[in-house]
């Protein structure tokens, strides 16, 4: 496993994190119970993984009571990141559709005080407004009040975790470019590389405005953008992985049922043009898709969706220090610029 700084911070990270929505949530075709889900994340910890992250919405607390229990004695050997913002104590959430949020600064006292008991912590070391819409990054208020948080060391830094789907650009780049985060989290992945080159290049743009030297190499690592990026659905929803193709039926709890079939099929056909790159290295598409991803100097973690302890140990491996040449990448954003050359269905 190799690490990188998250951020603005001076949190090391492990390139491939934990991400803990499906030991709390059943929407991915399987229900996870407490004693599994504690020993996957064990094995995630002994294989060199120590970003676990979570929100307080997954399973109503459930998710975080479970991290809080497997690490309980073992606070200083890991990073907790989790998310707050929506009144899920108020209101019963229903797969795929949202919950009103309050991301104001008296609920943020609040959640967060009921995220360190479940957790079994006095700090956390990155708390992040979870899918916030564009009047709560303007809030000067609220990001003060995170501050503040961050000073009486409560939280040991924030950042903002965009969603529920792909996509909104303009909370991404506000949060960039005018808040104090370490961390913004997105979905990408190859099939989907949109808005979050564009989050890329702000980053990169920032740390050339402030003068800060940049290493252009690929293959080193620079630990000096102000904001890392964690990608979520890396895997798109399982198709670079092989779990879902064009004959995948999906059970009325799994939450991957957005996906139309007419998005599979094409999704198929564009791997298909990038076998190549994947055979001339020796890599299944899974690899290269995860590879991909590390080859983005701002990316800091990697959320793959992990559902057993099989697939942690596949997740893991990957996080070689052996990734994209900037001929690849070349060739992978002409083909990205191209639709692949398939034509869309």
Request: aromatic fraction near 10%; include cysteine.
């Amino acid at each position: 496993m190799r690490y990188r700084k998250l951020g603005r911070s001076n949190i090391k990270v492990s390139e491939i994190g934990f991400g803990a929505w499906t030991i709390g949530l059943d929407w991915w075709g399987k229900k996870i119970d407490d004693d599994e889900a504690k020993r996957m994340l064990k094995k995630a910890f002994d294989l060199g993984i120590n970003f676990f992250e979570t929100a307080d919405m997954y399973g109503k607390g459930k998710s975080e009571k479970v991290i809080g229990e497997a690490f309980k004695d073992m606070r200083n050997e890991i990073v907790l990141s989790s998310k707050w913002g929506y009144d899920m104590y108020s209101y019963d959430q229903v797969r795929d559709s949202e919950i009103p949020q309050k991301h104001n600064s008296e609920f943020l006292d609040f959640a967060l005080k009921q995220s360190l008991e479940r957790l079994q912590t006095d700090y956390i070391d990155v708390y992040s407004l979870h899918n916030p819409r564009i009047e709560s990054i303007k809030d000067d208020r609220l990001f003060e009040a995170l501050d503040n948080l961050v000073s009486t060391g409560k939280i040991k830094s924030h950042g903002v975790a965009l969603g529920p789907a792909i996509g909104w650009e303009e909370e991404g780049i506000y949060a960039i470019n005018n808040r104090n985060i370490t961390c913004l989290q997105t979905v990408y992945n190859i099939l989907e590389q949109d808005p979050g080159r564009l989050f890329f290049k702000n980053i990169l743009r920032k740390n050339f405005d402030n003068n800060k030297p940049i290493d252009t190499s690929i293959y080193n690592l620079y630990d000096g953008y102000d904001v890392g990026i964690l990608i979520r659905v890396p895997d798109a929803s399982g198709v670079l992985t092989g779990k879902v193709n064009e004959n995948t039926v999906f059970s009325q709890n799994d939450h991957r049922s957005h996906r139309k079939k007419e998005w599979i099929i094409e999704a198929m056909k564009k791997i298909d043009k990038m076998k190549h790159i994947a055979n001339s290295r020796g890599w299944s598409i899974t690899e290269l898709a995860i590879k991909f991803i590390l080859s983005q100097k701002p990316v800091s973690v990697v959320l793959p969706t992990v559902t057993d302890l099989e697939e942690i140990e596949k997740f893991v491996n990957i996080s070689d220090g052996n990734y994209l040449n900037s001929s690849e990448l070349e060739q992978i954003n002409q083909l990205y610029e191209n639709n692949f050359y398939v034509q869309a269905q």
